[in-house]
């Protein structure tokens, strides 16, 4: 499957984005999805996740109550809305699928077997 994400900007402390990440190639239902971002001088780390079905879904404590993941298989695609953004949210967010039907979804980067290209998110203060 291939991954194009986009939506990422420059915005002020407060505001909100929406991220998108359009899938092609392959049945996205087949495939749970997840964001990842890295920051500047940073390792790349999880943010949210969402099973196939959208049943399940894990956050990062840092985002928890500000950020929401969601999907839409008719459209081949996933969403990261972001609230309340904060300047430590500024990071090149990266959209990933890992072919699995499980409930249980995974926070590990290494578990995702496809990637984006990656949307860069700058907030400033």
């Known amino acids: 499957v291939q991954l194009q994400a986009s939506g990422g900007g420059l915005v002020q402390a407060g505001d909100s984005l929406l991220l998108s990440c359009a899938a092609s190639?392959?049945?996205?239902?087949?495939?749970?999805v997840g964001w990842f971002r890295q920051g500047p001088g940073k390792e790349r780390e999880f943010v949210a996740a969402?099973?196939?079905?959208?049943?399940?879904?894990d956050y990062a404590d840092s985002v928890k109550g500000r950020f929401t993941i969601s999907r839409d298989n008719a459209k081949s695609t996933m969403y990261l809305r972001m609230n309340s953004l904060k300047p430590e949210d500024t990071a090149v967010y990266y959209c990933?699928?890992?072919?699995?039907?499980?409930?249980?979804?995974?926070?590990?980067?290494?578990?995702?077997?496809?990637w984006g290209q990656g949307t860069l998110v700058t907030v400033s203060s």
């Open positions: 969402i099973s196939w079905s959208g049943g399940s879904k």
């Open positions: 190639g392959r049945t996205f239902s087949n495939y749970y």
């Open positions: 990933a699928a890992k072919l699995s039907k499980s409930t249980v979804v995974v926070t590990t980067s290494l578990a995702y077997d496809y």
